[in-house]
């Protein structure tokens, strides 16, 4: 390998780059749009529900129960309700998502330990009704004095404990974007110039195969790093998300991924013949890349196969990596595991896409 | 191998030829695109294939590159095996590929600095030789220029500078000119007989004929196999006494008097003429007058000089001493 020759490639892609305004624009947009789009739309734990309570035992104690779940954030009250019977009228008519009727022998249940209040929810969404059932773990009594008969299951958010979705999303969100631009950048880059005739030209000169594939992907690493930090500022900025380990360390994690991710688009453009098979190809990676990491649901919470697949995915690990890092605050050496597997990853699939390429046109 | 290539090599005993193969084939599934092809191109001139589209030039090109792999046979370029030695054959060859394939997003002096730099140039000498061909192909006022905003003529004159920056010996050029004003196609001719007056050897494809002719030598392709070659001369030497050309007054219905006549090969109309290529010289132009005259038609018919076109349908139609050998080399 020649320096001076990976040089040229990397000069040529950059002075391309430059050049080339929409995929410069895209490299900031992408990560702005998507941040706005999870950070503010998609809100898995929905705050400000709009509720009704019908109080019709009215003592301290019931009261004070009803002001302690309208003080999680979870529902806001919008009307009012005599009877349990109006609740459910409100809630098929769809003017709240969640009832709260405390019946009038409240105090007696309270002390026999039966339920003591019923939370009538808006089932027809599976979000609205995970948050209600999160309410209904308030606990009976506030004062810790009084002895309980039946012990709430009191839930304890640690890392998020305002159960922001921001907070779960935006390290991820690094992920995302890496997967998608990163895997397009390059699998386009190299089939463009197959179609556009320049590959006939470069493998007649005496450029190798590696500087070809390593030029190639040196700039897009730089845009991949520009990325994360635009997505770390913004989340930073407008949602408050906090990097509690080094930032060191969350840019080497991010290295990881970008490495992962273009090798991946490289070994996709060995495949692909045309720059919309590559595109396809990339959406086939991304798709499970934002379902089966972790990103949008629980790892643990998925079947068997599902999660073998997900194992393979170098997302799946970045995810692990990213909010360990800066969620909790763990250092990358006590989450070595998916250090290890990422630098795998990196060496097999680029041995495999250098190997696959060839100075040949047959 | 045929008569030509023959005298070529007895010829000139003290330089190897630049590119000698022997049966090169390929085969594309079911299509045979090149067949069975004996080649043998003299160094420092300007050789050419011609042939019509799909005859095989540009996989015979990209066989004596290295890019293809060839089916069968064996082919020696600049005394380097291909394709095992293709790396090292690299660094010695030009090529510049039938569609334009420089960066149309780099501007003049960024594409051949690239190239200058892939082609392994140190960056002190890369800079003269890149001012050396801005100033030898007229760029000097649109170096800045970005290539995909120039014409067809200028495209093809960046190509050929930026193929010959690393000054190879050898120059392969797939249809250079295909997409050129007849103006640039002369003064690109011009640039590669500098080159080969330099000491390079120059294989150019092409389907035109005039092209052809300032070919030093020229081999001909049809279907994938090689059916003449020669020097222009030669080729159209052998064809002499053969072309005839009719005056008549009504060309149209002249040529369907003549083209079913025994010991005619093909009556093309070119203008008010007729002319006509007989399958050997002893056919007497009187069979024509007689045949004319059969059909009511007035005519005068004179011999004519033969040309390329004429050597390249008596050579499609497989009837020239140079193709009836080559057809016995194969069997």
Known sequence: MKLRRLWAIVLKEVRQLRRDRITLAMIVMIPVGQLVLFGYAINLNPRGLTAAVADQAGTAASRALVMDMIATGVVRTVAHADTPQQLVGMLRRGEISVGIAVPPDFERRRVDGREVLQVMVDGSDTVVQSAAAQLAQTPVDSSAAAPRKTAPIGVVAFYNPQRRSPVNIVPGLIGVILTMTMVMFTSVAIVRERERGNMELLITTPVSRTELMIGKVLPYALIGLIQTTVVLLLGLWLFDVPVKGSVLDVYIAAVLLILANLALGLMISTKAGSQFQAMQMTVFILLPSILLSGFMFPYAGMPAPAQWLAEVLPMTHFLRLIRGVMLRGAGLLELWHDVAYLLGFIAVMMTLAVSRFRKRLD | ?331
Request: charged fraction near 25%; hydrophobic fraction near 45%.
């Open chain 2, 1 to 331: 191998m045929s008569a030509a290539a023959r005298d070529a090599q007895a010829a000139a005993p003290a330089t190897a030829p630049a590119i000698r193969a022997r049966g090169m084939s390929k085969r594309f599934g079911e299509l045979q695109a090149v067949d069975r092809v004996d080649l043998t191109v003299p160094r420092a001139c300007v050789y050419g294939f011609l042939g019509p589209n799909g005859s095989g030039k540009s996989t015979t090109i990209r066989m004596l590159c290295g890019l293809l792999t060839p089916s069968a046979g064996e082919i020696e370029v600049l005394g380097l095996k291909i394709p095992e030695q293709a790396e090292a054959l690299r660094r010695r060859i030009g090529y510049m590929t039938q569609k334009f394939s420089l960066f149309e997003d780099l501007s003049v002096r960024e594409n051949l600095e690239f190239l200058a730099a892939v082609q392994d140039i140190p960056k002190a000498a890369a800079r003269t030789r890149i001012d050396a061909l801005i100033e030898q192909y007229r760029f000097g006022d649109r170096q800045n220029q970005l290539a995909g905003t120039m014409s067809g003529g200028q495209k093809q004159r960046l190509a050929l500078a930026g193929a010959v920056i690393h000054e190879p010996e050898l120059l392969f050029l797939d249809e250079p000119t295909s997409a050129v004003d007849p103006e640039s196609r002369r003064d690109f001719w011009e640039k590669l007989f500098e080159l080969a007056d330099a000491g390079t050897t120059l294989l150019v494809s092409t389907h035109y004929m005039d092209e052809a002719e300032r070919c030093h030598r020229l081999a001909i392709l049809d279907r994938g196999a090689l059916v003449a070659d020669g020097t222009p001369a030669e080729l159209t030497g052998a064809l002499q006494g053969r072309a005839v050309e009719v005056r008549a007054a009504q060309p149209r219905k002249a040529q369907r008097a003549l083209v079913d006549l025994p010991g005619v090969l093909s009556v093309a109309q070119i203008g008010n003429d007729l002319r006509v290529l007989l399958a050997d010289a002893d056919t007497a132009e009187q069979g024509l007058t007689d045949a004319l005259r059969a059909a009511g038609l007035e005519a005068e018919v004179a011999k004519a000089k033969p040309n390329l076109e004429d050597v390249f349908v008596a050579a499609t139609r497989g009837q020239t001493p140079g193709a009836a050998a080559a057809r016995e080399e194969r069997a």
